[in-house]
């Protein structure tokens, strides 16, 4: 399977299953968009005859160069993955652990019901956080690094949790053989020096909430009593990235229908001075004003190659910045099990709630048809385990024949559930919204190589 597509002046050639991604000039690319197959052997003339605004050599020879990345296992490859097999026992290697179920925000799009999971408001206490952590040393079989994350709601309501639960995380693992590697997701109102402090001193990797001009942010992310939250943050999430250096950390956006332009978003945040950004479309309900619909997305994908222009602008300058749907890896990518089954929600990540509740992850919780036992009675749903880890691109009728699908590995369970009704039916809008930033993510990657970057 051979993926073509077209960025400005960049024709662009993918080779699915060995992943080879190809510049291509323009003969070559109309040669495979007519043709559409393995090519071998003499150009057809029926090629040469369809092609016929190009010379008859040249065409020729563009077969002949496709032929042999074709021999080379570079186009038209075939599928090794398939035969690998679909089924897997996995063990838990990440835990969303769901510190606080309140926040001191009022955000109009959160999946969570702004913060309570469309609960009672409560935090978690230090006893269920230290079974959590001995749930996922017992459930990570013989696996060393094990990644946790300090959620909510807003953790920093029950920092004093957190600090604690982080002290027994470094003593267990110890007496384990693990490695826990932290990170923390806040929305930055709680922010000060000595929390920033513990945070870089214990935590791998800080998430900061802010969806990029303040007009924008302000028009979803309010505070309790009504009012903007942007002037409140900024300035801590500014100091919380520079004092990380810049590294180990993402400001993290959301666009709605309401901020379309959100590359506008992207470069605001960048000329804040922040320089790793994940901007990231709305998951919401057809109810909602605030959805992303299909109508829309011609735009959005205006916008991610706006977006990856001053991408390619801005390399090198003052003014750089890493956005995270564009990275992407040519060389040694994921391994064979993340291309085919994505993030391991329900299988390899689960998220615990504040009273110990496991869900398949954190946008799941409070869904009782996904509830998958307690940490505090040692219960574990093996077999809604074993369906998730089911789940994947070859499972998922859509995803065989879909290009993009080693990139995005069947895409999010829990936006399929939302809009499919199961997981194994994925959300279309987003699934477009998906190849075209791969698109551009490729198309960087294409430039820079020409440029020798």
Not at 84 to 109: E, F, M
Not at 195 to 224: P, W, Y
Request: net charge negative; proline share 2%.
């Amino acid at each position: 399977m051979v993926h073509t597509f077209r960025i400005n002046d960049t024709n662009i050639a993918v080779d699915v299953n060995s992943g080879a991604v190809h510049e291509v000039g323009g003969v070559a690319f109309d040669l495979l968009c007519a043709h559409g197959e393995k090519f071998a052997g003499q150009c057809p003339q029926s090629l040469i005859n369809a092609l016929d605004k190009y010379r008859a050599e040249d065409v020729a020879e563009a077969y002949g160069e496709l032929a042999e990345l074709c021999e080379a296992g570079l186009l038209f490859s075939e599928d090794a993955y398939a035969a690998r097999g679909t089924q897997r026992n996995p063990v838990i290697k990440a835990l969303c652990l769901h510190v606080s179920h309140d926040c001191n925000l009022r955000c109009g799009y959160c999946f969570a019901g702004t913060g309570d999971f469309h609960g009672e408001r409560c935090v978690m206490t230090e006893e269920t956080g230290r079974k959590a952590i001995d749930f996922v040393i017992q459930r990570s079989g013989g696996r060393r690094n094990i990644e946790i994350d300090f959620f909510g709601g807003e953790p920093l309501m029950n920092f004093e949790v957190v600090k604690k639960l982080t002290a027994y995380a470094r003593e267990r693992e110890k007496t384990h053989g693990k490695n826990f590697r932290l990170t923390l997701t806040t929305n930055g109102v709680l922010l000060d020096a000595d929390k920033l402090a513990f945070i870089n001193e214990h935590m791998s990797n800080l998430v900061l909430s802010i969806d990029g001009r303040k007009r924008v942010n302000d028009h979803m992310r309010k505070t309790v009593n009504g009012g903007g939250s942007y002037e409140l943050i900024l300035p801590r999430l500014k100091a919380a990235a520079q004092s990380r250096k810049q590294d180990n950390y993402y400001a993290r956006g959301t666009f709605t229908r309401c901020n379309l332009d959100f590359c506008a978003d992207v470069l605001h945040l960048a000329d804040e001075g922040f320089r790793q950004i994940s901007v990231e479309p709305v998951v919401g309900g057809a109810e909602t004003d605030y959805a992303i619909r299909e109508e829309d997305l011609p735009e959005i994908f205006a916008q991610y190659e706006q977006l990856a222009e001053a991408y390619l602008e801005r390399s090198g300058t003052d003014g750089w910045f890493n956005f995270f749907h564009f990275m992407i890896d040519l060389d040694q990518g994921p391994c064979v099990i993340k291309r085919m089954s994505g993030c391991g929600a329900g299988c390899e990540y689960v998220a615990v709630t504040p009273d110990g509740e496991i869900y398949p992850c954190h946008q799941f919780v409070g869904n009782r048809e996904f509830l998958m036992g307690s940490v505090h009675d040692g219960s574990y749903h093996e077999e809604k385990a074993r369906a998730f880890a089911a789940a994947n691109v070859y499972t998922k009728r859509q995803c065989g024949d879909c290009w993009a699908k080693f990139y995005c590995s069947g895409g999010c369970h829990a936006n399929a559930y939302r809009f499919g009704g199961a997981i194994s039916e994925p959300y279309a809008v987003g699934c477009a919204m998906e190849k075209k930033r791969i698109e551009c993510a490729l198309y960087i990657k294409a430039k820079q190589l020409a440029a020798g970057v």
